[in-house]
C-alpha cells in the first residue's frame, strides 16, 4: 500500500473514530443538561440534582488518565493501532448500554450506580482513544504538514457536538416532553453502536505506520516517562486545560445556565451550540496548517490570549437574551478555542520520543482534561450559586486561559516549520525529539 493512502486511510479512521467516540461523550454531556436530572437524580431541589448529574459527568475525566496509561502501555509496547480499535470498541459498547438503562423511578439507586459505572467504562475509553488517533495520523504524515493532518483527530470534537446536538435538536423538536424523557433521549445514545463498525474498520483496512520493534523491551513506557519526561507531562497537561475548560463551559455548561437560570429556549441554544461547532470545524484545521507556517507556539498562545479577552462578553451575549448575541458570543468563543485545539496533536507529539509516545501524549493531555474539563461544569455551577455573579465564571476561565498560556510559553522549541525539522516517526533515530 502507498504512503498517500496509508495516510488518507488513516485521516479517515483517525476522524471517523474520534468523532464517533467524541458523539458518545458529548451525547452523554448533553443528557446530563437536559434528562438526567430528571430521570436518575431526581431532587426536590434543582441545584442538588444539577450537582450530582454533573458529578456523574465528571467522574468519566477522573478516570481518563488511568485508560491513558494502560492503553498508553498497550500502544507503545503492542502498537498504535491495537490500542485505538480496543478503546473504540470500548466506547461504543459503553454508550449503547447507558441507551438501555432504565431510570430511577424503575430500579431506584440502581439506575444511578449503574450510569456512573458505565460513565467510567467511557472514560478509559476515551483516555486510551485521543492518543492513538493522533499518533495514527502525525506518524505518517509528512514534517512540513504535521499539524494540518494531526487536526483531523480534533475535528472529531465539533463534528461529534454538531452530531450530539442535532440529534437531540431533532428530537426534542418532534416528541412531546414525555415521549422525550421516556424514550426519545434514548435514541443518541443507541446510535454509537456505528463506533463497532470504524473499529472493525480499522482493524482490517488500515496500516500502522513503520512499527518499532524496539518498543516491546527495556522499561515499561510508564517507568521511562516519568523518569525521562516528567516536565513534558505537565506542561501538555497545563496547556491542554484551556481547551477542556473552555470547551465543557460553551458545549455544556452554558446550555445548563441558558435553558436554567436564564430561562432561555432549549432550541434556541442547541442551535446556537450548532453553529458554533460548524465555526470551529472550519477554523480548526485551519488554524493547524497555520501552525505549520508560522509554528505551534504562536498560533495556539494567540488563541488561548484571543479567549481569556473573550471570557467577560460571552457571558454578557448569552445573558442578552438574544437569540443572534446568543450564538455570536458562542462561535467566537469557539473559534478561539479551535485556535488552541488544532495545533494542540503535533505540539504535544513532538515533547516525547517514540517508545513512550502514546503514552505521554495521552497521559499529559487527559490530566489537563480532568484538571480543565471535568470540573469545569461543576466550578462554573458553583461559582454562580455562590456569588450570582457570573463573571466570577468568566474570572475563572482567564485564570485557566493564563495557566496554559504560562505552560506552552515554556514548552521545549521545536524547530520552525520548514526547518530541517526531524521526520516524526516510531523508530530509533527519532527516539527523542525533546533533546
Given at each position: ?221 510508564l517507568v521511562e516517562l516519568l523518569r525521562r519526561y ?183 522549541r521545536r524547530p520552525e516549520p520548514g526547518a530541517a ?15
Amino acid at each position: 500500500m502507498s504512503s498517500d493512502s496509508t495516510l488518507r486511510r488513516s485521516v479517515l479512521v483517525s476522524l471517523a473514530g474520534s468523532a464517533i467516540e467524541w458523539y458518545d461523550f458529548f451525547v452523554y454531556a448533553s443528557a446530563t443538561a437536559l434528562v438526567f436530572t430528571k430521570l436518575f437524580f431526581p431532587a426536590s431541589d434543582p441545584f442538588a440534582a444539577t450537582l450530582l448529574a454533573f458529578s456523574t459527568f465528571a467522574v468519566g475525566f477522573v478516570v481518563r488518565p488511568i485508560g491513558a496509561a494502560v492503553f498508553g502501555h498497550f500502544g507503545d509496547r503492542v502498537g498504535r493501532k491495537p490500542a485505538l480499535v480496543t478503546a473504540m470498541l470500548t466506547m461504543g459498547v459503553a454508550t449503547t448500554a447507558v441507551g438501555l438503562l432504565p431510570p430511577y423511578a424503575s430500579i431506584g439507586a440502581a439506575a444511578p450506580i449503574l450510569l456512573v459505572v458505565l460513565r467510567l467504562v467511557q472514560g478509559l475509553a476515551l483516555g486510551g482513544q485521543w492518543g492513538g488517533a493522533v499518533l495514527l495520523v502525525t506518524e505518517a504524515a509528512p514534517a512540513s504538514r504535521r499539524g494540518f493532518y494531526g487536526s483531523f483527530a480534533q475535528l472529531g470534537v465539533p463534528i461529534a457536538l454538531i452530531l450530539s446536538n442535532v440529534v437531540f435538536l431533532v428530537a426534542s423538536a418532534t416528541l412531546s416532553e414525555d415521549a422525550f424523557l421516556t424514550w426519545g433521549w434514548r435514541v443518541p445514545f443507541l446510535l454509537s453502536i456505528l463506533l463497532v463498525g470504524v473499529a472493525l474498520y480499522a482493524q482490517s483496512r488500515v496500516e500502522e505506520q513503520a512499527p518499532d520493534r524496539s518498543r516491546r523491551g527495556g522499561r515499561a513506557p510508564l517507568v521511562e516517562l516519568l523518569r525521562r519526561y516528567p516536565r513534558q507531562i505537565l506542561l501538555a497537561a497545563g496547556a491542554t486545560m484551556v481547551g477542556g475548560t473552555s470547551y465543557y463551559l460553551l458545549a455544556v455548561y452554558l446550555v445548563s445556565y441558558a435553558t436554567g437560570p436564564l430561562h432561555q429556549s432549549r432550541g434556541t441554544v442547541l442551535i446556537g451550540v450548532l453553529v458554533s461547532a460548524v465555526v470551529c470545524a472550519l477554523v480548526m484545521p485551519a488554524a493547524a496548517a497555520w501552525s505549520d507556517v508560522v509554528g505551534r507556539r504562536r498560533v495556539f498562545l494567540l488563541g488561548a490570549g484571543l479567549l481569556a479577552a473573550w471570557a467577560f462578553p460571552l457571558f454578557r451575549l448569552v445573558e442578552s437574551g438574544s437569540p443572534v448575541l446568543i450564538g455570536l458570543g458562542l462561535v467566537v468563543g469557539q473559534a478561539f478555542f479551535a485556535m488552541t485545539y488544532g495545533p494542540a496533536p503535533a505540539l504535544f507529539a513532538e515533547l516525547f520520543g517514540a517508545r513512550v509516545r502514546y503514552t505521554g501524549i495521552s497521559l499529559g493531555y487527559q490530566i489537563g482534561s480532568v484538571l480543565g474539563g471535568a470540573f469545569a461544569p461543576i466550578i462554573a455551577t458553583t461559582l454562580l450559586a455562590g456569588t450570582n455573579w457570573s463573571g466570577s465564571i468568566a474570572l475563572y476561565l482567564i485564570a485557566v486561559c493564563a495557566l496554559s498560556f504560562v505552560a506552552v510559553w515554556f514548552a521545549p522549541r521545536r524547530p520552525e516549520p520548514g526547518a530541517a525539522a526531524r521526520v516524526l516517526v516510531a523508530s530509533p533515530s527519532a527516539e527523542d525529539l525533546s533533546r
